[in-house]
């Protein structure tokens, strides 16, 4: 067969580059095989890759027994959970369309055969998928598996619940000092991406739905031994993918996208999901637009209640049965497509022979009539905004409120902890879009407050930003265009009235149009946050939120 990999190893004119492979330890006798580059994103700073080193020796084992050499080449990743609230959360986001370039940039300058990514934290999955896409080369995705729950005094913790929402519950006096330090010391237990429905977990399943993982990787728990049992595997399919030619493309089709979206919906998962497959359709040329969500979402009913909304973990989602179960649940709108494993998705179906009631509702009993999403319009909207509607309340799914504006997280955070947000406002955070973050910065840090301080059913919170895949409360984000770009959030005043209506898909500012238009003749764009460094590229080069936050 002929390889990418010739164009570094064969013929004459090759000699020097032969020479730099052989100096990297290369045996001789392998040079004739394909070479599988292994993506690592391992590093020391996030609990998700911790565990990794374990799992590189595996897809290692896998590549070396299914006929190929594996090369392992490194990534960066960031954690979310300690970048937030400060200037740090800007790299979030734009670290997505780095991660998608060094993997581009490796595969294409060492032209690799295959590659096997590996990967479990929130924008690292999306950055290996869109360049899994953009490139085309046999690929599949290992991600390292969420994390287990801790406890304390017989009950179980984690992430969201115990650190960000515990804040607000010892500032309203509800725990105790002692209380609080035992949730900082032991709400993250270990390795794994955090325990419940958050980004990170939800892209995983969403990978493993749309084919690009083997079944059960999406779930399977950090550092156990059937997720060493999944990287070997993976490393043993990419040598087939790769003498098959089975490229990403063939796999991560409108179908497969169509898949992802309704198993998001049913299990109510992270709003991060609308712009991640969004930009991993781009670049794959799969058409999608923004409503495909709300469609998909209007008839998906809502069968798991995993934490933060509900009380169920990664943990026990996986006991029930995992991703394959979830996709039995939905067997009759679910599209049959080719997966990475070579079973096509109704196959994979087929073999699901249990799963718990109680994780996984049975249509008849779910949830909720609708999808975990809903993409609202209206004049401070026009392209759209995005709501997590499985995590309001029924109090809360039409609400009228009195705009209270503020210009960054952190001036709306003050006054969150100052007391200042009464019952009846909404919240509008701006200035903090893809251009103006710049990096649509994740604010699960007023949203978990607000609910720790038992404002959850009386505060409503509008952005032009984004939210964690904890955050759960009536909380609108990706709000387009953005104030930036002189969106009508822009235009908005304190004291001016904000109409929420969910199941209308309805989000109005109740300002006539004339007002508005004098207001938007004296607006002008604020200076730019940042000025240096790639971040001010970024800025100029990024699109709204409801294109997925793309760069043109």
Known sequence: MNNRSDRVKKGLERVPHRALLYATGLPKGEMKKPFIGIASSFTDLIPGHIGMRDLERFIEKGVHAGGAYPMIFGLPGICDGIAMGHRGMHYSLPSRELIADMVESVAEAHALDGLVLLTNCDKITPGMLMAAGRLNIPAIVVTAGPMMTGRYKGRRTSFIRNTFEAMGRFRAGEISKDELDACELGACPGAGSCQGLYTANTMNCLTEVMGMSLPMCGTALAQTAEKRRI????????????????????????????????????????????????????????KLPLDVFDSISRDTRHIASIEPVGDHYMEDLHWAGGIPAVLSRLKDTIKDNPTVSGLRVKAIITGVKQIDDDVIKPLGEAYHAEGGIAVLKGNIAPLGAVVKQSGVSDKMMRFTGRARVFDSEEAAMKAILANGIKAGMVVVIRYEGPKGGPGMREMLAPTATLMGLGLGDSVALITDGRFSGGTRGPCVGHISPEAMEGGTIALVEDGDTIELDIPARRIELKVDDAALAERKKLWKAPEPKIKTGWLARYAKAVTSANTGAVLR
């Open 231 to 286: 990287a070997f595997a993976s490393g043993e399919r990419i040598v087939a993918l790769v003498k098959k030619n089975v490229t990403p493309r063939k796999i991560m089709t409108r179908q497969a996208f169509e898949n992802a979206i309704r198993v998001d919906m049913a299990l109510g998962g992270s709003s991060n999901t609308v712009l991640h497959l969004l930009a991993i359709a781009n670049e794959a040329g799969v």
